[in-house]
């Protein structure tokens, strides 16, 4: 039955991530934010909306590490997984800005994070503040510095005409989505972790981090099978940094997340500063500023050692 409450869970994230993203470009159009702002902002705090909402709900019913390991096990995955498979299916070009900007950013967040974890084993509303200020900040730098003709390709421009009364419903449909699902994928896990022996970690870095990567997964291998441009690097960076950001920024503000098992610390977060890291001679090394399928099967690679690892190591 766990399984079963783990699937409706991951549906209802998808299905209602989607309305959430629908409803929230609709509202913008209708307050006349430019395209490209809303590609940047509400665009990206959309799809960072089901890791909120699990995060916050396994924070606030007392399984810490599902919250922290949803995000490191999702930022884990956009890279091993999702970047490694797409790449396979066509290798992917990178811009100057990932190494500029992009990737530093990245590298920043995760290291705070690290930090903010490993001074006193517990993540605060204060330092969730900073982490969020710091993601406000740089959205600030980014829209500014954006050329003013920028086409955000997550936008879609059909989004204009919806009316008041179907963006109501949308918001309504999604927020309800988003929180059964949260609600049934957090407590069908928890009970998954019990019967077959692994910590509550262990399925938040391993099931919850693959189902909240999955969306992301389908759209760039999609993209990725009809060669389309639209394909980004920096769509994936940037949603890494969202994640620690925003997701784990939001759910310290509301409620302070402990550290309550050690291989958080002591392993976890130290592959996806790993997988983080590696990207920069990836792209310099071979062929430069391309992730091509060899490199995107090394990626793939390192991501099933990791998951091997995982629950070897990860047994109650």
Do not use: C, H
């Amino acid at each position: 039955m766990s399984i079963l409450w783990v699937i409706l869970g991951f549906i209802l994230l998808v299905v209602g991530g989607e309305f959430l993203v629908r409803s929230s470009v609709a509202l913008s159009f209708k307050f006349n934010i430019s395209k490209m702002v809303i590609g940047m902002t509400v665009v990206s705090f959309a799809t960072s909306a089901p890791e909120l909402l699990v995060s916050l709900q396994a924070a606030l019913s007392g399984s810490p590490a599902i919250a922290i390991n949803n995000v490191v096990g999702s930022n884990i995955a956009n890279i091993g997984l999702v970047l490694g498979i797409t790449a396979m299916v066509g290798a992917i070009a990178v811009d100057k800005s990932f190494y500029r900007v992009n990737w530093p950013v990245m590298m920043v967040f995760s290291i705070i994070l690290y930090y903010f974890l490993k001074n006193d084993n517990v993540l605060t509303a204060i330092e969730g503040g900073i982490l969020f200020a710091g993601l406000v900040t740089f959205l600030v730098f980014l829209i500014r510095s954006a050329k003013k003709d920028t086409v955000s390709e997550g936008v879609d421009d059909a989004l204009s005409t919806v009316s008041n009364f179907k963006i109501g419903l949308w918001l309504i449909i999604g927020a309800a989505s988003l929180y059964f699902g949260s609600e049934w994928l957090v407590n069908g896990s928890k009970e998954i972790a019990r019967s077959v022996g692994v910590s509550e970690a262990v399925i938040g870095v391993s099931l919850i981090a693959i189902g909240t990567s999955v969306p992301e997964l389908a759209a760039s291998v999609i993209a990725a099978a009809k060669q389309e441009k639209a394909i980004s690097l920096g769509n994936l960076i940037g949603s890494n940094i969202f994640n620690i950001a925003s997701v784990l920024g939001l759910t310290a503000l509301i409620k302070p997340i402990p550290v309550t098992e050690p291989q958080i610390l002591s392993n976890d977060i130290f592959w996806m500063l790993g997988f983080s890291a590696i990207l920069i001679p990836l792209i310099f090394l071979f062929k430069r500023f391309q992730i091509s399928r060899g490199k995107g099967f090394f990626l793939v690679v390192g991501y099933g050692v990791f998951m091997f690892l995982v629950f070897t190591q990860g047994k109650l």
